[in-house]
């Protein structure tokens, strides 16, 4: 098979096009033939060796990729519900490595059927996966409740994208975005669901009175400081990543205490794979979002050998939507 191989921690030119042997499906896997790969800021951040000493994470030289669609290829012992052939889409939670290859090896149960679901391949990679997370993340973590309020910091991310319909879909009264001055315009522009989208910078300004019962932020930095500041009693404020790159960001905590506030980290790739059940009905949930256009998505595609080229991207900021690899 092609596959797009990190061969050592390092710059996106790390990443290399080989050939390697097909692999076959174990116990409970399912094997793919790739037509789309998801690229993933985790993907970049796991190249750079941010996570390098973290257990359960790739050495090189490994095949980075998380999430794909295509068509089952073969099924491993014990599959059920799956047939060859079938058009399919994987969830975040399948593993550290495998999907930039023209095969991947995943587990079953993170793989979704897109037979009848009226969602192109391309559409389903780039969209599935983060509008299932964004599902998990307002249900089991922030437990959105009907008529509140919530604020999506980095409006056009990939995956704070998927936020404001999931929102929609399960209630929110209200869905107010933030974004940096240069996207600013495009993300007032775009289809996602925003009542207002506001800069980044001075955004606690800005909302005035307005307060908000749920806070997405995959920023970090000031961002998740100033966001303390408009957050309801009894606001909750989920952590899904860390896009501005401050390491070392800090919050005052007596801050959360006194505001009876709470700050709730969500990784969903840590927490599917302990929970596999949740994995196929927050897809359901995803793919009905999708149908209803509450999760509208430019999806840019670029061949498997521009793999380093799709990370270069993503570094320096210039994807609005998501980024898929053809192999």
Known sequence: ????????????????????????????????????????????????????????????????????????????????????????????????????????VVDAAMTVSLEGSGVDPASAVAAVPNAATAYLALTEVAHLKAGEHVLVHGALGGLASAFPGMARTLGAAGVTGTARRPSLERARDSALPYDDVLASDDFADAVGDRLFDVVVDPVGGQVRTDSLRVMAPMGRMLLVGNAGGDWQHTVPTNTLWGGNLAMLGFAVGHHLPNHPEQARPAARAALEAIRQGLVPIDVQSLPLSQAAEAHRRIENGSVGGRLVLTP
């Open 1 to 104: 098979m092609h596959a797009a191989v990190v061969t050592t921690f390092g710059p996106a030119d790390v990443l290399e096009l080989t050939e390697l042997p097909d692999p076959a499906p174990g116990p409970g896997q399912v094997a793919i033939d790739v037509t789309h790969a998801a690229v993933g800021l985790i993907d970049v951040y796991v190249r750079q060796g941010l996570y390098k000493d973290q257990k359960g994470l790739p050495q090189p030289p490994y095949v980075p990729g998380l999430e794909v669609a295509g068509t089952v290829r073969a099924l491993g012992d014990g599959v059920e519900g799956l047939r060859v052939g079938e058009p399919v889409v994987t969830l975040s939670g399948t593993g550290a490595e495998g999907g930039y290859a023209s095969v991947a």
